[in-house]
């Protein structure tokens, strides 16, 4: 059963324009939310976090949105660029007790030049 | 340079082998994980280790076995028993398990079975 749920599988967005990726959850117990930017062959790496405390989060040209009550949150990207271009995962976590990870299937941004 | 790594970076092993995996960290990290990626899905988590000398089976273990002997390392054993084991790997380290702390990853191994 998958507890987070990414959507969209693909994405495309011109250069300099914003791109929205999108995340659903079914785990109200989840707390914390992660976003990894993936690259073909090579391991995920750590882009933006949120608490569930927390409706929103910046850092730099990423910013993180969440609607717990939808149990939705958004990663904003903008200005968006080529080097952006990789499968962004959606991972979420319980602090208590928590031992693992639960992520998403990815989606694919293609940033056009 | 602190980090993760993982070798070989590709893998190949005929039916019927067990193979293990490497994944090595120098962050001083308490807890290491084992993921598994295939294409069109997440990671899926096969073992997680929190200390030394323990570790407990994830979503998907059957088929699979580790070992933590030592903080620092972390390997991962194929073996014949798994059904489907071509895929990637990916190991990763957070500073304590149980946490909110961010995972790292490594970059990755990729197992095809002949």
């Known amino acids: 059963d998958q507890q987070v749920k990414q959507n969209s599988p693909s994405l495309s967005v011109q250069e300099g324009r914003i791109s929205i990726l999108n995340c659903d959850y079914t785990?109200?117990?989840?707390?914390?939310f992660l976003w990894y930017k993936k690259y073909p062959a090579e391991g995920p790496t750590f882009l933006i976090s949120?608490?569930?405390?927390?409706d929103k989060n910046e850092d730099g040209r990423f910013t993180v949105f969440l609607n717990k009550s939808a149990k939705h949150l958004s990663l904003h990207i903008v200005p968006s660029q080529p080097g952006d271009s990789a499968v962004y995962f959606c991972a979420a976590i319980m602090a208590a007790g928590a031992n693992n990870l639960f992520f998403g299937t990815g989606t694919r941004l293609t940033v056009i030049p | 340079d602190g980090g993760i790594t993982q070798s070989p970076k590709y893998l190949f092993r005929k039916e019927g082998q067990n193979v293990t995996l490497s994944c090595e960290q120098n962050?001083?990290?308490?807890?290491m994980y084992w993921y598994r990626q295939d294409p069109g899905q997440g990671l899926r988590l096969i073992y997680y280790?929190?200390?030394?000398?323990?570790?407990q089976k994830g979503d998907i273990a059957e088929g699979y076995s580790v070992s933590r002997e030592k903080k620092e390392s972390f390997p991962l054993t194929v073996t014949s028993a798994q059904k489907n084991p071509t895929a990637f790997y990916l190991c990763?380290?957070?500073?304590?398990?149980?946490?909110?702390?961010?995972?790292?990853f490594g970059p990755g191994t990729r197992l095809t079975v002949l």
């Open positions: 785990n109200s117990m989840f707390d914390y």
């Open positions: 962050l001083n990290h308490d807890a």
């Open positions: 990763a380290s957070s500073a304590r398990q149980g946490t909110t702390d961010t995972q790292y």
């Open positions: 949120i608490s569930s405390i927390k």
């Open positions: 280790s929190q200390i030394v000398n323990d570790f």
